[in-house]
């Protein structure tokens, strides 16, 4: 049964330390997508590789945010330095030309 | 800018009690309009994907339905474990693989 699966499920950081989340994509998709979810924004996409190259990353605070695609098996967002408005839950989702299958999320608290 | 609405924000029914929940989208081209769902605490789960005005999907007791500027998910005899946050999403021609999702309606099932 081929996953997304995302590390770590939950993080707490205090403000200004540096946050890594990984994705693994299923293997064969090729596009890679990294959202975050909140309350009161809900779903936004930060952006999306296809074949591990960048397309979109226009929803990402440059500033502080960074996504890279080592390999097409790892996927990382980087947030550095974090700060509290951060703190939402993150999640990772692949797929080929339409559907996207999501992972389990990162839950993300910024104090 | 695409954008999704989706009416009701919270449902609450009866077990058995047929109903509906709405996506109304404004899309430049529409390339797909997509239904997850997401139980608390995970990620969303792919149930449809719809293309064109006209096409119906089936799932078990939901059924997605698509016009030119909404769609709908019919839910019918619905049973506790139909509770959960159903997601629209709507993929433009000129946003490549982008999803742009709507706020979600919270639907609960009583027993």
């Known amino acids: 049964d081929a996953r997304v699966t995302q590390t770590p499920r939950h993080k707490v950081t205090e403000m200004g330390q540096e946050v890594t989340m990984r994705c693994q994509p299923i293997?064969?998709?090729?596009?890679v997508f990294w959202y975050r979810q909140t309350m009161m924004q809900g779903l936004e996409l930060l952006a999306y590789?296809?074949?591990?190259?960048?397309?979109?990353d226009s929803g990402m605070p440059k500033d502080r945010f960074s996504a890279e695609m080592p390999d097409a098996t790892l996927a990382t967002l980087k947030i550095q330095p974090s700060e509290p408005r951060d703190s939402a839950v993150y999640f990772c989702?692949?797929?080929?030309?339409?559907?996207?299958?999501f992972g389990p999320g990162t839950r993300l608290t910024v104090l | 800018e695409d954008q999704v609405t989706q009416s009701p924000e919270a449902l609450r029914l009866q077990e058995g009690e047929s109903s509906s929940l709405n996506c109304s989208y404004t899309v430049s081209g529409l390339r797909g309009l997509f239904w997850y769902r997401q139980d608390p605490g995970k990620g969303p789960e792919f149930l449809f994907t719809?293309?064109?005005a006209g096409e119906e999907k089936e799932k078990e007791r939901l059924k997605a339905t698509l016009t030119k500027k909404e769609s709908f998910l019919h839910i019918t005899a619905p049973k506790p474990e139909d509770s959960a946050t159903y997601l629209c999403a709507v993929q433009g021609i000129q946003g490549a693989q982008k999803l742009v999702f709507g706020q979600g309606t919270r639907l609960t099932i009583n027993p």
């Open positions: 293997l064969g998709h090729n596009t």
């Open positions: 989702a692949s797929g080929g030309d339409s559907e996207q299958f």
């Open positions: 719809l293309y064109s």
């Open positions: 590789f296809r074949n591990r190259a960048p397309l979109d």
